[in-house]
C-alpha cells in the first residue's frame, strides 16, 4: 500500500517537473522571438536604447531580466 502511493508521489512529480520545464522553455523561447529582431541592431546606439526601452516596457518580466541584463550590456559593448 505504502509503495503504491510513493509511486503515486513520484509520477506526480515527474509531471510537475515537465510542465515546469515546458513553461521555462516556452519563456525562454517566447523571450528569443521577442527580442531577437532588437538584439540584431543592438551594435547600434539607437538600436541599444530601443533594446532598453523594449526591456524596460516589458514590465515585471523587464524587471526579472534585470539580472540577465548585464550578459546584454557586455554583448553591447563588444559589438561596438
Known amino acids: 500500500?505504502?509503495?503504491k502511493?510513493?509511486?503515486n508521489k513520484k509520477?506526480?512529480?515527474?509531471?510537475l517537473?515537465?510542465?515546469?520545464?515546458?513553461?521555462?522553455?516556452?519563456?525562454?523561447i517566447w523571450l528569443i522571438v521577442e527580442l531577437f529582431p532588437i538584439m540584431k541592431?543592438?551594435?547600434?546606439?539607437?538600436?541599444?536604447?530601443?533594446?532598453?526601452n523594449k526591456i524596460d516596457s516589458m514590465g515585471i518580466l523587464g524587471k526579472s531580466l534585470a539580472v540577465t541584463r548585464?550578459?546584454?550590456?557586455?554583448?553591447?559593448?563588444?559589438?561596438?
Not at 515537465?18 to 522553455?25: N, P, Q, S, T
Not at 541592431?41 to 532598453?52: A, L, M, Y
Not at 548585464?70 to 561596438?80: E, G, M, Q, T, V
Open 1 to 3: 500500500m505504502k509503495s
Open 5 to 7: 502511493t510513493r509511486d
Open 11 to 15: 509520477i506526480l512529480i515527474n509531471i
Open 17 to 28: 517537473k515537465f510542465f515546469i520545464l515546458a513553461i521555462v522553455l516556452g519563456v525562454c
Open 41 to 52: 541592431n543592438i551594435s547600434t546606439q539607437d538600436g541599444q536604447i530601443e533594446f532598453k
Open 70 to 80: 548585464s550578459p546584454f550590456d557586455h554583448l553591447a559593448f563588444f559589438c561596438k
